[in-house]
């Protein structure tokens, strides 16, 4: 975590801390009497990293989602409730979430807003199930996620499903890729979204060559870039996370291979580009509609709202966040309570503009109603790339 992060999110939580602290004594008892205790505020967790690689991009989603609080609260809450968001560290790592999870259900939450990486969310999903409460994942977007069979789980952030259909136009219609080598880190998300992909392109113009998978903590590409040059490679598609992908993209370019990069959302960051430097100019990647190419009323309100507050410009993920806890706002209204299961039925027939698109859910709960676009790297910014799938 950046220094600036730590600091603001340092602020913030003490803020958090102290607006929290005359109602957590209401929550001390079994989750179940926690919820139905009337304490004035709205007990809503948020499972974010905190901390490790991925950390600035939690502090981003939380950002957005601490903006939604703060706009409901002042226009008077939920059903006459103050939000109060209490946040737990995931670390992007299964075991932390699952700890995360059940300290968050001890401390009686009603819902649960947050999530960015699938293979921390995943083994949370049966802890929040038991509890009963409502699951909206802000950006982890496996489609393995709805596929559990639990009733309380709902993405903000499109399936992986949708991704693969993006990738693969790309490949096919735009850059007549010939040979694909896609890789992914091992994660849960990263081999949903490689899988889905090559499955897509199956029987296409593009070959898709086996799938390397690269562990997470490899900083060292050169066995994959051989299998690049062995091959013939035509294209890469990395499904993993940012950290990697710039380092991936600099090797590959050291090696002298020119041959189109790209990336899928879990690698659309700043810090990619910083990170990457003048390697990242014509990287492409496919990722949901971002608040920063809309030009609606709405979304520069966000971002100039965002920027005044945090100092800072909103990340990848941050409307998603935002759109996540105003998800939660007009379910509990359509359903007249705070009761969870009330809200997780009104979370299934729920639909509202949202700073992503419209906001509006599947029966297994996957996100309908936002669209993939293709983003290329250009000095050193993201721009929607010229030619779209």
Request: with cysteine; net charge neutral.
């Given at each position: ?71 409901i ?35 009686g ?24 409460i ?57 081999v ?38 062995a091959?013939g ?5 990395w ?29 659309v ?32 309100a ?8 945090f ?23 359509a359903?007249h ?38 983003l ?14």
């Amino acid at each position: 975590m950046t220094t600036k992060s730590a600091l603001r999110r340092s602020a913030v939580l003490g803020a958090a801390a102290l607006a929290a602290c005359g109602s957590l004594a209401a929550f001390a008892g079994s989750a179940s009497a926690a919820r139905k205790a009337s304490s004035g505020t709205y007990l809503v967790g948020v499972s974010e990293p905190m901390t490790g690689a991925e950390a600035e991009a939690g502090t981003e989603i939380y950002d957005g989602e601490l903006l939604a609080a703060a706009k409901i609260n002042a226009a008077g809450g939920v059903l006459g409730h103050q939000i109060v968001l209490k946040e737990e560290d995931d670390a992007c790592d299964p075991q932390t979430s699952v700890n995360a999870a059940n300290k968050l259900v001890s401390l009686g939450v009603q819902a649960m807003v947050g999530g960015y990486c699938s293979s921390a969310a995943q083994p949370a999903e049966p802890i929040y199930a038991r509890a009963g409460i409502p699951n909206i994942q802000a950006a982890a977007n496996s489609t393995t996620l709805v596929q559990g069979g639990y009733h309380n789980v709902f993405l903000i952030d499109p399936g992986g499903s949708l991704q693969a259909v993006e990738a693969a136009g790309l490949f096919t219609k735009v850059l007549k890729t010939k040979k694909l080598l896609i890789a992914d880190d091992q994660s849960t998300y990263a081999v949903n979204v490689a899988q889905l992909t090559a499955k897509d392109l199956k029987g296409s113009s593009t070959q898709v060559l086996p799938i390397q998978a690269v562990p997470a903590t490899n900083q060292d590409f050169s066995a994959v870039i051989n299998t690049v040059r062995a091959e013939g490679a035509t294209a890469i598609y990395w499904t993993g996370y940012f950290a990697q992908a710039a380092e991936f993209v600099r090797q590959l370019r050291t090696a002298g291979l020119t041959i189109p990069f790209v990336t899928a959302d879990g690698s659309v960051d700043p810090t990619f580009i910083k990170d990457a430097g003048a390697d990242a100019n014509g990287v492409y990647s496919t990722i949901a509609v971002l608040t920063s190419f809309l030009t609606g009323p709405a979304a520069k309100a966000f971002d100039s709202a965002y920027v005044a507050r945090f100092h800072s410009q909103p990340g990848p993920y941050s409307a998603y966040g935002y759109d996540g806890v105003f998800a939660l706002r007009d379910a509990a209204v359509a359903a007249h309570s705070l009761v969870p299961a009330k809200v997780i039925a009104a979370l299934h027939h729920l639909k509202f503009d949202g700073l992503t698109g419209v906001v509006s859910f599947a029966p297994n709960g996957s996100r309908i109603g936002a669209h993939f676009v293709v983003l290329e790297v250009v000095g050193g910014k993201y721009v929607l790339a010229p030619h779209q799938p």
